[in-house]
């Protein structure tokens, strides 16, 4: 095997890799070093992980079953917080899995096919997510400052277009980064120091010139990240003049309490992002970027249903419902 370390790819060309790579006949592998330096903790986050990623299947399922079912739910709001919910659920999904494999198996490899397809999918999840949490935000402008049109303006078509540009630019993205990723050099087996296969950490395991692909992502994420928030700052900012001129305290909490979720929801994922991306790219910060991973792609899913069905007492009056019924049905 070609284990490559930072003294090697000084010394080793771009032609050198390139032709072991492809004499190798598609076996490159990439080896997932996750927290393998604490081995004493292995079980414990095994189990904390499990926990998670159950509780961010039953949660958001559940929030997708709960709003399908119940006519009160059949909202534009509620329409976006479905899908809203899938794509969460999809994301954990194409990530948590193998991190959980990594934990109680010592061979922590994973196929050069493998992990570039973890990364497409991860990567369509979170762009769409990006701009549905934009989408979300002019769904509450459009309630809040123009509750009269609400219903017209924000037709079924609307809402399934908006939905329709998220996933389709997701996927767009996702594969002009992996159609660039796919042009990079590698040998036989690369160390990945991640539980998953990121952007970042692929392009860093590369023999290869990275400055094509890092200006790549430099400029397509500051795009996403700039419109989506430009998007979600200006509806937020008619929300608050809209609400702020209303004569009656209880028509204001009521406005605020409705946009209290997504306020939420926004801080935690955008904040989440802005810290890992942030973090300098050093040796040392590479513990700040897992667990800046570990809360984007683990914690985050997890909590979107928690947040929405917490602090939104239509979801909260729905399950209740539910449970009584179901208590009534098993008590007759």
Request: overall charge neutral.
């Amino acid at each position: 095997m070609c284990y490559v370390t930072e003294l090697d790819k000084s010394t080793m060309t771009e032609k050198e890799c390139k032709w072991n790579q492809e004499n190798q006949s598609g076996g490159v592998t990439f080896v997932l070093l996750g927290f393998s330096e604490y081995p004493e903790l292995q079980v414990p986050l095994f189990l904390v992980f499990l926990t998670v990623y159950t509780v961010t299947v039953l949660g958001n399922l559940g929030m997708i079953v709960i709003i399908k079912i119940h006519p009160k739910l059949h909202t534009p709001m509620y329409f976006f917080l479905s899908h809203l919910s899938f794509v969460d659920f999809c994301y954990a999904t194409a990530v948590i899995p193998k991190l959980l494999e990594n934990l109680v198996v010592e061979d922590r490899t994973i196929s050069f096919t493998g992990c570039i397809m973890q990364f497409f999918f991860a990567c369509i999840l979170v762009v769409t997510e990006t701009f549905m949490l934009a989408v979300m935000a002019y769904d509450r402008f459009v309630a809040v400052c123009n509750p009269l049109l609400y219903t017209v303006v924000m037709s079924q078509k609307l809402c399934s277009s908006l939905v329709g540009a998220s996933c389709s630019w997701g996927i767009a993205c996702s594969l002009i980064y992996t159609y660039f990723l796919l042009t990079l050099s590698f040998c036989e087996s690369n160390f990945i120091n991640n539980f998953g296969c990121e952007h970042t950490a692929i392009v860093a395991a590369s023999c290869s010139d990275p400055y094509i692909n890092q200006k790549i992502i430099l400029v397509s994420a500051t795009f996403n990240e700039i419109s989506s928030l430009m998007i979600i700052l200006t509806s937020y900012v008619f929300i608050f003049i809209t609400v702020m001129k209303m004569p009656s305290t209880e028509g204001r909490h009521k406005a605020f309490s409705t946009c209290a979720s997504h306020l939420t929801t926004i801080t935690i994922f955008h904040g989440s992002i802005l810290f890992l991306y942030c973090v300098p790219n050093s040796k040392s910060s590479w513990l700040r970027v897992k667990v800046a991973s570990v809360f984007y792609t683990v914690v985050i899913p997890m909590l979107n249903p928690l947040i929405y069905s917490l602090r939104n007492k239509d979801v909260k009056d729905t399950v209740n419902k539910l449970i009584n019924t179901k208590f009534l049905c098993n008590k007759m």
